[in-house]
């Protein structure tokens, strides 16, 4: 799913306008999470499987080696160990490598608190406290300076996928 807004030139809503603000609630898994692989399979789908498991060559055939990697992953999450890629099993590998992902729409400054915050200080590594202070505005300000964004402190959408590769 895809929330678009645009901003005219004199910042009101609206739709047309000079900017288009977009946030995306997509990842490389969303197209694909659908999709069931198995032995034999072989293309895209498999080396973004393969990508998301580590340890496997990156070859586009879904061979033993990515069976038993993915009866691995399977086992460790005391699921049927099957070797077939399910719907389930993509969600996990989604959530385990893009955790902001559904915070994107979300925006947090100064003042806001509760779990989304701590996740952000936990990825920082500042003190979890809940409450979004001034040590978490300068460590959000730091890495996104870091990263290439702007410095604002704010964490919206650009920053939410930051703290996704961050935490990876």
Do not use: N
Not at 27 to 49: D, I, N, P, Q
Not at 56 to 71: E, H, N
Not at 89 to 113: C, K, M, N, T, Y
Not at 121 to 136: E, K, N, P, S
Request: proline share 3%; net charge positive; glycine share 10%.
């Amino acid at each position: 799913m895809t929330v678009m807004a645009t901003r005219s030139a004199l910042g009101g809503v609206g739709p047309t306008g000079a900017g288009v603000s977009t946030v995306s609630f997509s990842t490389s898994y969303t197209e694909h999470k659908h999709t069931v692989v198995g032995m034999g399979a072989r293309g895209f789908v498999v080396r973004l499987l393969q990508l998301a498991l580590g340890a496997v060559a990156v070859d586009g055939v879904f061979g033993t080696v990515t069976r038993d990697r993915v009866m691995a992953l399977q086992r460790s999450m005391a699921q049927p160990a099957t070797g077939i890629v399910t719907p389930e099993l993509w969600d996990v590998l989604e959530a385990r490598d893009f955790p902001f992902v559904h915070q994107r729409a979300s925006v947090l400054r100064v003042g806001d608190s509760g779990p989304e915050v701590i996740a952000v200080q936990r990825v920082l590594g500042v003190a979890t406290t809940g409450v979004y202070d001034l040590d978490t505005r300068e460590a959000v300000k730091a890495a996104q300076s870091q990263a290439g964004l702007a410095s604002t402190g704010v964490v919206a959408s650009r920053t939410w996928s930051l703290f996704d590769r961050l935490s990876a």
